[in-house]
């Protein structure tokens, strides 16, 4: 079974930059999805980016400002988020469609100044 660990996470200022890691345990081949979603407390998972054969997508709330990219060398999916605002404060989480479906334990972003 493949995991995923995610890193990256932390505390941030509004218009600050972080970038999030997802390490596979092993290689995915690049046609499976990997993406990217979010939690609040008391709100639903949210979907905020993914990739598929270096096809991506964004959630509206992130596009522009959110870059999702994979180094299949290292077997990681990262997420590179810009112009970070007090919304975007949530755990992220890494998800993977291979082996049924995968996903990481969650990495918590804090954005506040």
């Known amino acids: 079974q493949v995991q995923l660990v995610e890193s990256g996470g932390g505390l941030v200022q509004p218009g600050g930059s972080l970038r999030l890691s997802c390490a596979a345990s092993?290689?995915?081949?690049?046609?499976?999805?990997m993406g990217w979603y979010r939690q609040t407390p008391g709100k639903q998972l949210a979907l905020i980016a993914t990739?598929?054969?270096?096809?991506?997508s964004y959630a509206e709330s992130v596009k522009g400002r959110f870059t999702i990219s994979r180094d299949n060398a290292k077997n990681t999916v990262n997420l590179q988020m810009n112009s970070l605002k007090f919304e975007d404060t949530a755990v992220y989480y890494c998800?993977?469609?291979?082996?049924?479906?995968?996903w990481g334990q969650g990495t918590q972003v804090t954005v506040s100044s």
């Open positions: 990739l598929s054969s270096g096809t991506t």
């Open positions: 092993g290689s995915i081949p690049s046609f499976y999805v």
């Open positions: 998800y993977t469609s291979f082996d049924g479906g995968r």
